[in-house]
């Protein structure tokens, strides 16, 4: 018996089918890798929870924002001298 061709609809549904399984594998991998490792996405970013909640709060010292303060006011500075020699 000769096999019937797929539609285009129906070849579409079933690669949608496929796509979607795919993305719930990927989101159950990405979960696990989160527990295992935390759920930081680097660059020392506070990441956002494995149900995508709310990010995380890192709490800074008043030494640590006068430090970050400082070093903005400084680029800020040499920026504006640069761009005064131009």
């Known amino acids: 018996m000769a096999k ?3 539609s285009q609809h129906q070849l579409m549904e079933y690669a949608r089918a496929g796509a979607e399984a795919r993305i719930q594998q990927l989101r159950a991998e990405l ?3 989160e527990g295992a490792f935390g759920a930081g996405r680097g660059r ?3 990441g956002r929870g494995a149900a995508g909640g709310p990010a995380t709060t890192r709490k800074l010292s008043a030494a640590g924002r006068k430090r970050i303060a400082a070093a903005a006011k400084k680029r800020w500075a040499k920026w504006r001298a640069e761009k005064g020699k131009q």
């Open 4 to 6: 019937a061709a797929l």
């Open 31 to 33: 979960a696990a890798l």
């Open 44 to 46: 020392g970013r506070a």
